[in-house]
């Protein structure tokens, strides 16, 4: 008589385990759908019982402005070509919010600078970590200006560049996503930004959250470049 009640609670806890994984797979194809539409990141089911320590990276790929202009239209320079000066961080504190995000833009850090290239490729990483929190957006910020050697530096756009895609195990299981224009702030037919980016998981000694903290405001540049 014991048996019986034994039998129907294995088969109670079997069926609910089978409609547990079949949900996990509804949930996990409607991850898949919106995931097209909008850039959350998406934590692999492998890893969801793990730490939560990653590290995103985002590659600036290059700057598209062909005409050689900046925020207002005109030309950067008279004679020659732009002179841009790259600044960038990952924002992990605010990337919902908008431009500049979570630090002023007089703390971002520059990252690369070149002369007289209107369109240059930049090659660039940047990288911040999240540390013993959930992950669900990261967003790039970056502001260029042009640089200029007599008079201020003038603005040629910001950009917001939305992190996405799945989330590596480890830095050998990381892949880059597909490269992705950012949201230009000025010009944004004219002048384009592109960069790629990945996420993965870190060892917790390795996380430092310091790289997201914002520093202090840094006092405001000379006027003569
Ligand atoms: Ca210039």
């Given at each position: ?8 609670l ?7 385990v089978?409609?547990?994984?079949i ?10 759908t919106?995931?097209?539409?909008s850039?959350?990141i ?5 890893g ?7 590290r995103?990276?985002a590659?600036?790929v ?11 239209g ?7 070509q732009?002179?841009?000066?790259v600044?960038?961080?990952l ?7 908008p431009?500049?995000g ?10 690369f600078?070149i ?14 970590d ?8 990261a967003t ?9 050697k007599l008079f201020?530096?003038?603005?040629i756009?910001d950009?917001?560049c939305?992190?996405?895609?799945s ?11 597909n ?13 384009k930004?592109v960069?790629r980016?990945?996420i ?6 390795l996380c430092?959250?310091?790289?997201n903290?914002?520093?202090?405001a ?8």
């Amino acid at each position: 008589m014991a048996r019986l009640p034994i039998a129907v609670l294995l088969l109670m806890v079997l069926m609910s385990v089978v409609s547990a994984g079949i949900l996990d797979s509804i949930k996990s194809v409607l991850g898949i759908t919106s995931s097209s539409t909008s850039s959350a990141i998406q934590q692999d089911s492998s890893g969801a019982n793990l730490p939560n320590y990653f590290r995103i990276e985002a590659e600036l790929v290059r700057m598209d402005n062909v005409g050689g202009i900046k925020s207002t239209g005109g030309s950067c320079d008279t004679i020659g070509q732009c002179d841009p000066v790259v600044y960038a961080y990952l924002d992990v504190l605010k990337p919902t919010g908008p431009f500049p995000g979570s630090r002023a833009v007089e703390a971002f850090p520059q990252v690369f600078t070149i002369d007289d290239v209107n369109s240059p490729k930049i090659n660039t990483v940047v990288s911040a970590d999240v540390c013993n929190k959930e992950l669900t957006k990261a967003t790039l910020r970056v502001h260029v200006m042009d640089r200029n050697k007599l008079f201020t530096d003038s603005l040629i756009s910001d950009f917001d560049c939305y992190v996405g895609g799945s989330v590596g195990r480890n830095v050998n299981d990381a892949k880059w996503a597909n490269t992705g224009n950012c949201v230009g702030k000025f010009m944004p037919d004219k002048i384009k930004f592109v960069f790629r980016s990945r996420i993965y998981r870190i060892d917790p000694k390795l996380c430092v959250e310091s790289a997201n903290q914002a520093p202090a405001a840094t006092t405001s540049k000379s006027i003569f470049g």
